[in-house]
């Protein structure tokens, strides 16, 4: 079982980037997904969160507007589309997987039974 995510890279501030988060060893349809990001020195924090079935989905609010989350079900993938980016936004960005979740603890990373290695976002001139 496993979650890869990919996509990171230096990005001057503005600019875009996607992220990507495959699973591997089950099937992420059935499995709600969230991107989660940890900045140097900072806790790490719930950016968005998309849920199984209806993908509906949710962000944390420095975000919102900026980013998009879907998901590909036939790819096994799911993506952050993240778009006017700040420096701020510096940080890992993980995914990670919970096939049962309450949707108002979305944010709480101790409810995600699986997780991808990092990727760094850097959003720098």
């Known amino acids: 079982v496993q979650l890869q995510a990919s996509g990171g890279g230096l990005v001057q501030p503005g600019g875009s980037l996607r992220l990507s988060c495959t699973a591997s060893g089950f099937t992420a349809n059935y499995y709600n997904i969230a991107w989660f990001r940890q900045a140097p020195g900072k806790e790490r924090e719930g950016v968005s969160f998309?849920?199984?079935?209806?993908?509906?989905?949710y962000y944390a609010d420095s975000v919102k507007g900026r980013f998009t989350i879907t998901r590909d079900n036939a790819k096994n993938t799911a993506y952050l589309q993240m778009n006017s980016l700040k420096t701020e936004d510096t940080a890992v960005y993980y995914c990670a997987a919970a096939q049962f979740l309450v949707t108002a603890e979305w944010g709480s990373w101790t409810a995600y039974e699986y997780w991808g290695k990092g990727t760094l976002v850097t959003v720098s001139s």
């Open positions: 998309i849920t199984a079935g209806f993908g509906d989905t």
